[in-house]
Nanobody
Framework: QVQLVESGGGLVQVGGSLRLSCAASGGTISSYTMGWVRQAPGKEREFVTGISRIGGSTDFRDSVKGRFTISRDNAKNTVYLQMNSLKPEDTAVYYC?????????????????WGQGTQVTVSS
């Protein structure tokens, strides 16, 4: 069973950048479709971005397209989320998650393993 640990969250001003990391252990990220899911206060978890197990294709929710990038380093067994041009509405707890799906997993229910989350706060 893969364990996931996120890091890199914090407080940033509007327009700033952050890079989140998700280190995996107990399993290899290349065996999973990996994703980032976020949850803002009082809201349900929502898909942010994912990178597929097969082919490494990426997928993004519309509101982050052009601003966020997902990547993975199989040698380091780590997934990254580069977030640029951050907005207040990006404020949330960001979770790294792993899915057994071969391609895209756009629903939180499609992910089997979760990290503990890291807080991202964008101040205006």
């Amino acid at each position: 069973q893969v364990q996931l640990v996120e890091s890199g969250g914090g407080l940033v001003q509007v327009g700033g950048s952050l890079r989140l990391s998700c280190a995996a252990s107990g399993g290899t990220i290349s065996s999973y479709t990996m994703g980032w899911v976020r949850q803002a206060p009082g809201k349900e978890r929502e898909f942010v971005t994912g990178i597929s197990r097969i082919g490494g294709s990426t997928d993004f929710r519309d509101s982050v397209k052009g601003r966020f990038t997902i990547s993975r380093d199989n040698a380091k067994n780590t997934v990254y989320l580069q977030m640029n041009s951050l907005k207040p509405e990006d404020t949330a707890v960001y979770y790294c998650a792993a899915s057994g799906r071969l391609l895209y997993a756009r629903s939180a229910t499609e992910y089997n393993y979760w990290g503990q989350g890291t807080q991202v706060t964008v101040s205006s």
